[in-house]
């Protein structure tokens, strides 16, 4: 999910809500290479306003770290916001896995890619 400015016909700007622009200063970080910068960015924007999106983009750094334990109460937390979110549910279930068996086949991918 991207959030995005909008404009409305003579009203000005409506802004973005400080978590989301966290988030999105986050992916630009993940796009640089900078996952430190990135990282902070989650951690304000959660401490804002713990989005799903936001838990899960976490997560999957944590991860990338070897903090499975922290990767896994991301996706905790992000189900307790959003008990239907697949992409929570999906990473739940590789963490589940040995960590040579997760992320092969047809779950290589999360279901929804649109983060």
């Known amino acids: 999910m991207t959030a995005g400015v909008v404009a409305g016909c003579g009203s ?12 999105l200063d986050a992916q630009t970080s993940l796009a640089a290479g900078d996952k430190a910068e990135a ?31 922290g990767a896994l109460k991301d996706c905790n937390a992000g189900l307790e916001v959003a008990p239907d979110d697949t992409s929570l549910a999906w990473l739940k279930v590789e963490l589940a896995k040995p960590a040579a068996s997760r992320f092969q086949g047809k779950f290589k991918d999360p279901p929804a890619q649109a983060r």
Not at 41 to 69: H, Q, V
């Open 39 to 69: 990282m902070e960015a989650l951690n304000a924007s959660i401490a804002g306003e713990p989005t799903p999106w936001a838990l899960f983009l976490r997560a999957k750094l944590l991860l990338g770290t070897g903090d499975e334990a």
């Open 12 to 23: 000005g700007e409506t802004q973005l809500p400080s978590s989301a622009k966290l988030y």
